[in-house]
């Protein structure tokens, strides 16, 4: 939020404009974001004293009432079913197969080979097959541990992508917060305004029932009573939809009562704790493990297995009967075709975590750009509020003046009328600088993460 440098002017229309000033630039960009969301229907909260809501408080009901977080059992539970399935592989696994054949030749025996007593086979061409295997994991290269890792890394990676996405309401409680908060102080100062106003209106009042004064000066004064009437009801009007749209946020309906309490200035850490950096050493760490799984590619796997079943020939090649059979043992498989492509995959992620340092500095060369921005915010709006306090303290003295002037018959109802705008613009800028400093002192702990 910024106001521009421009000469003040205390006509009405110029007091129109400054007091809708924060309201049209807030609006329009909170509007904007709210379209995105759809909300389901909110309970009501009602109480015999009116309720008290921090800003604290609005931001964990703001994270515990978004749609989004219910994404985070979904997360959850995927992981978990994840290394379950990953631990099964340890488990033995059973495998069935059959198959039924016709080759074109046979083992055959020369029929000039006769024994004596024994009688040579004859195999038939057609031959058949079924057959059940049981196959036990004895050293499978780390492969199971490395999936199982594998899904916690997804499952962290994906837990605080989720937590950067959540990390964005902090932004948006501030803009409403603190609209809600800014409203709030516009209606104290313009029950102060009408409250001078009226002084003046009775004063002019008398003198006109003296004969010293025309009726035009009280006119004058009750018209300008009249706008500032117009402005607390658009004032109060702008306070109802921060609130409707921050009740949004937090899942409740908030009535008029609601008081949001103002926070005090927080502690100002320079160190940057964003959840995008986690996320970065999350997808790090998914590349170790993508680097790892590259060398369990290059072990052998060895496994117990037990096979059995019913085939025509059986493992006697001299019987052309259908027989049960078994076979066990231990077997290894070692996959050599993994180094063909070992040094491009290596290669591959070696991009790939140069190009996530890149972003992470992309990330934190424009964090600190921001840090460093709302730190001029900061020091600006301090500086602006000193000498607001100076200009009111003039301001008031003037128009005290102009008062016991105006009662006195020295000055006119027009010339005390300017004096009381003045004074009333200059307190409403020392308002809206104080909720700046505020917001941007907020926006600080947003842009470093130090919630």
């Given at each position: 939020?910024?106001?521009?440098?421009?000469?003040?002017?205390?006509?009405?229309?110029?007091?129109?404009?400054?007091?809708?000033?924060?309201?049209?630039?807030?609006?329009?960009?909170?509007?904007?974001?709210?379209?995105?969301?759809?909300?389901?229907?909110?309970?009501?909260?009602?109480?015999?004293?009116?309720?008290?809501?921090?800003?604290?408080?609005?931001?964990?009901?703001?994270?515990?009432?978004?749609?989004?977080?219910?994404?985070?059992?979904?997360?959850?539970?995927?992981?978990?079913?994840?290394?379950?399935?990953?631990?099964?592989?340890?488990?033995?696994?059973?495998?069935?197969?059959?198959?039924?054949?016709?080759?074109?030749?046979?083992?055959?025996?020369?029929?000039?080979?006769?024994?004596?007593?024994?009688?040579?086979?004859?195999?038939?061409?057609?031959?058949?097959?079924?057959?059940?295997?049981?196959?036990?994991?004895?050293?499978?290269?780390?492969?199971?541990?490395?999936?199982?890792?594998?899904?916690?890394?997804?499952?962290?990676?994906?837990?605080?992508?989720?937590?950067?996405?959540?990390?964005?309401?902090?932004?948006?409680?501030?803009?409403?917060?603190?609209?809600?908060?800014?409203?709030?102080?516009?209606?104290?100062?313009?029950?102060?305004?009408?409250?001078?106003?009226?002084?003046?209106?009775?004063?002019?009042?008398?003198?006109?029932?003296n004969g010293t004064a025309?009726?035009?000066?009280?006119?004058?004064?009750?018209?300008?009573?009249?706008?500032?009437?117009?402005?607390?009801?658009?004032?109060?009007?702008?306070?109802?939809?921060?609130?409707q749209m921050l009740g949004?946020?937090?899942?409740?309906?908030?009535?008029?009562?609601?008081?949001?309490?103002?926070?005090?200035?927080?502690?100002?850490?320079?160190?940057?704790?964003?959840?995008?950096?986690?996320?970065?050493?999350?997808?790090?760490?998914?590349?170790?493990?993508?680097?790892?799984?590259?060398?369990?590619?290059?072990?052998?796997?060895?496994?117990?297995?037990?096979?059995?079943?019913?085939?025509?020939?059986?493992?006697?090649?001299?019987?052309?009967?259908?027989?049960?059979?078994?076979?066990?043992?231990?077997?290894?498989?070692?996959?050599?075709?993994?180094?063909?492509t070992l040094k491009n995959?290596?290669?591959?992620?070696?991009?790939?975590?140069?190009?996530?340092?890149?972003?992470?500095?992309?990330?934190?060369?424009?964090?600190?750009?921001?840090?460093?921005?709302?730190?001029?915010?900061?020091?600006?709006?301090?500086?602006?509020?000193?000498?607001?306090?100076?200009?009111?303290?003039?301001?008031?003295?003037?128009?005290?003046?102009?008062?016991?002037?105006?009662?006195?018959?020295?000055?006119?109802?027009?010339?005390?009328?300017?004096?009381?705008?003045?004074?009333?613009?200059?307190?409403?800028?020392?308002?809206?600088?104080?909720?700046?400093?505020?917001?941007?002192?907020?926006?600080?702990?947003?842009?470093?993460?130090?919630?």
């Amino acid at each position: 939020m910024k106001i521009a440098s421009r000469h003040l002017s205390f006509a009405d229309s110029d007091l129109t404009r400054r007091n809708s000033w924060f309201r049209s630039r807030s609006l329009c960009r909170l509007i904007a974001g709210l379209g995105l969301i759809i909300f389901q229907s909110s309970p009501t909260l009602r109480a015999q004293e009116p309720l008290h809501l921090t800003i604290e408080q609005a931001y964990q009901l703001a994270k515990t009432n978004y749609p989004l977080i219910r994404q985070q059992d979904l997360i959850r539970k995927t992981r978990d079913y994840s290394v379950e399935n990953a631990a099964k592989g340890y488990l033995p696994a059973l495998y069935f197969s059959g198959q039924a054949t016709y080759q074109s030749a046979v083992t055959d025996f020369p029929s000039k080979i006769s024994i004596p007593g024994f009688g040579l086979p004859a195999f038939s061409k057609d031959q058949y097959k079924i057959y059940g295997e049981v196959d036990q994991v004895v050293y499978d290269g780390g492969q199971i541990h490395n999936q199982k890792e594998t899904a916690v890394a997804n499952e962290s990676i994906q837990q605080k992508s989720l937590q950067v996405d959540l990390y964005s309401l902090y932004d948006r409680i501030n803009q409403l917060f603190f609209g809600v908060l800014l409203m709030e102080e516009q209606l104290r100062q313009n029950e102060l305004l009408k409250k001078d106003l009226q002084d003046g209106i009775d004063k002019a009042k008398a003198q006109v029932a003296n004969g010293t004064a025309y009726r035009s000066s009280v006119d004058e004064l009750q018209a300008q009573l009249l706008q500032a009437e117009q402005s607390r009801v658009e004032e109060e009007a702008n306070r109802k939809a921060f609130l409707q749209m921050l009740g949004q946020f937090v899942n409740h309906t908030f009535d008029e009562n609601i008081i949001l309490e103002k926070p005090a200035s927080p502690a100002m850490e320079d160190s940057i704790h964003r959840p995008e950096l986690q996320l970065y050493d999350y997808q790090k760490k998914a590349y170790d493990l993508q680097d790892e799984s590259l060398n369990i590619a290059l072990r052998p796997k060895f496994s117990f297995f037990l096979q059995g079943g019913y085939a025509r020939p059986g493992l006697n090649f001299l019987s052309n009967n259908f027989a049960f059979y078994y076979i066990g043992g231990l077997r290894m498989n070692w996959n050599l075709g993994s180094w063909y492509t070992l040094k491009n995959q290596r290669l591959i992620l070696d991009l790939d975590r140069k190009t996530l340092d890149v972003q992470k500095e992309t990330f934190l060369f424009n964090t600190i750009l921001s840090q460093k921005q709302e730190n001029t915010e900061i020091r600006k709006y301090s500086d602006l509020i000193k000498t607001d306090n100076q200009i009111i303290a003039l301001r008031t003295s003037v128009k005290n003046a102009a008062s016991a002037q105006l009662e006195n018959g020295v000055l006119d109802a027009h010339e005390y009328l300017s004096h009381v705008n003045a004074e009333d613009v200059s307190r409403r800028l020392l308002i809206l600088h104080q909720m700046e400093l505020l917001l941007a002192q907020y926006n600080y702990q947003y842009i470093t993460g130090n919630h």
